[in-house]
């Protein structure tokens, strides 16, 4: 093979490998939220919507953009992740108190201390009740050395970055307020 043709080869092959989209699992329910969410007898509640005015730039590296299953945007996959945790906890319910919510800031590296990263995500939540808060959270993982394995690893800490914020979200003392009926 001749040296152009190598070339333009390995040309064609960074550039397909640069342009892959990393994709999170689905969101899975974490246990200790479902747990904490069963303390609120008797509430009823679903989130709405979610809305992102904050910038927030999905690429990761030079390798691609992160991007949720199924699809899903950002503000979709919150919503999506908490309204699973309220089905799970026996709280979700359509003619409940309504949430909707913005999120604040949402950023993540995957390099940080080099081999680390870190997802870092603020929501504020406003309840149909009256009653509000904010919420943020920053979870820590290790993401790895090369773009492919640090890319692969920020998009799989996704669900647990969430998980962590629904944690802080409904070990909140305001927590309570936001879901109380009308």
Known sequence: MSMKKMAVVTVCTLALTACSTMQPPRYSTSVDNIQKLKTFDGAKARVTELTQTSNFSAN???MGPIE??????????????INDE???ANIYSTDGTQITGEITNIEFS????LTNGYWDIGVVLNSSNGNSMSVSNKYTFKSGFDAITACNATADALTPAVQDLIKTAVNNPAFSGLIQTN
Do not use: V
């Open 86 to 88: 309220f089905k799970m």
């Open 60 to 62: 990761c590296r030079l």
């Open 110 to 113: 995957s390099t940080s201390g």
């Open 68 to 81: 949720p299953a199924d699809g899903l945007t950002i503000p979709a996959f919150i919503t999506k992740a």
